[in-house]
T-cell receptor
């Protein structure tokens, strides 16, 4: 079973709008990571948030983490067509030696 | 360019054949992993390594072998290919699980077993 689960599974928005996706996980973590995958490509690391952090920003990305609810959210502000991709959350398990991924959120940004 | 290199990019195998997917990184990363990605399933961990000479199983290890004789290389061997192993395979590496730079992924190997 997967450690992280993203919601929604798919999201369609207009260029310029914000996109929000959520990740829930099952066990305690020391960090949570978000990745982007463009069609047919490998995953690209976007941002890592540690368990003692509640919010982190990187450019147009904003990530929050609520360890009491075992959930995280990724917000992409002022979306662009180039943001069209699948987004995955990932968490380390098994004493930190395994990185497990959720099923991803497919984001379509329409021009 | 520094990064993770996977070869081949595409491969077609017949059922029962064996092959090795190659993965090499030049960033002196200790952690390396193999994932498979199937439609609607996300990424599933096959095997991983925390350093040369040390490997362990992930979620879906059956039918695959790995070894880590050097820091740079982490090949994945399919012992007897089956149609269920048709997938896209990704190799990834990292300094550590908690590094702010996360994992670096290769561009993938698309494998079809007929």
């Amino acid at each position: 079973s997967q450690q992280g689960e993203e919601d929604p599974q798919a999201l369609s928005i207009q260029e310029g709008e914000n996109a929000t996706m959520n990740c829930s996980y099952k066990t305690s973590i020391n960090n949570l990571q978000w990745y982007r995958q463009n069609s047919g490509r490998g995953l690209v690391h976007l941002i890592l948030i540690r368990s003692n952090e509640r919010e982190k920003h990187s450019g147009r990305l904003r990530v929050t983490l609520d360890t009491s609810k075992k959930s995280s959210s990724l917000l992409i502000t002022a979306s662009r067509a180039a943001d069209t991709a699948s987004y995955f959350c990932a968490t380390p398990v098994a004493a930190g030696n395994k990185l497990t991924f959720g099923g991803g959120t497919r984001v379509l940004v329409k021009p | 360019n520094a990064g993770v290199t996977q070869t081949p990019k595409f491969q077609v195998l017949k059922t029962g054949q064996s092959m090795t997917l190659q993965c090499a990184q030049d960033m002196n990363h200790e952690y390396m992993s193999w994932y498979r990605q199937d439609p609607g399933m996300g990424l599933r961990l096959i095997h991983y390594s925390v350093g040369a000479g040390i490997t362990d199983q992930g979620e879906v290890p059956n039918g695959y072998n790995v070894s880590r004789s050097t820091t740079e290389d982490f090949p994945l061997r399919l012992l007897s290919a089956a149609p269920s192993q048709t997938s896209v395979y990704f190799c990834a590496s990292s300094y550590s699980i908690g590094t702010p730079y996360g994992y670096t992924f290769g561009s993938g190997t698309r494998l079809t077993v007929v």
